[in-house]
């Protein structure tokens, strides 16, 4: 499976940015998604998780009330809405396929993006 992640850019705190990802090569419907962000000199983290039909979608805390994951199976993508922008938000944005149910660990992630760079301005 490939996944060609798109969307970032340069915007202003309190601003919006909405991520896509597009996957390929494989049945995008039988993968769990993920986005992860890594921010300079830190480690890669969890951001959101949806399940195959995208019934299910997990957040971590700092996100929480301000990203949204979906996804389209039927355009084999899948997005993060990301509102109400911190500058601590900023950090190289990746999507990512699981064959698991879903996870927030990155070991659980068989397939990843190349990334797109979000920075938000104060």
């Known amino acids: 499976v490939q996944l060609q992640a798109s969307g970032g850019g340069l915007v202003q705190a309190g601003g919006s940015l909405r991520l896509s990802c597009a996957a390929s090569g494989g049945t995008f419907s039988t993968y769990s998604m993920g986005w992860f962000h890594q921010a300079p000199g830190k480690e890669r983290e969890f951001v959101a998780a949806?399940?195959?039909?995208?019934?299910?979608?997990y957040y971590a805390d700092s996100v929480k009330g301000r990203f949204t994951i979906s996804r389209d199976n039927a355009k084999n993508s899948v997005f993060l809405r990301m509102a109400s922008l911190k500058p601590e938000d900023t950090a190289v944005y990746y999507c990512?396929?699981?064959?698991?149910?879903?996870?927030?660990?990155?070991?659980?992630?068989?397939?990843w993006g190349q990334g797109t760079q979000v920075t938000v301005s104060s």
């Open positions: 949806t399940t195959r039909s995208g019934s299910y979608s």
């Open positions: 990512a396929a699981s064959s698991r149910l879903w996870s927030s660990s990155l070991t659980d992630y068989d397939y």
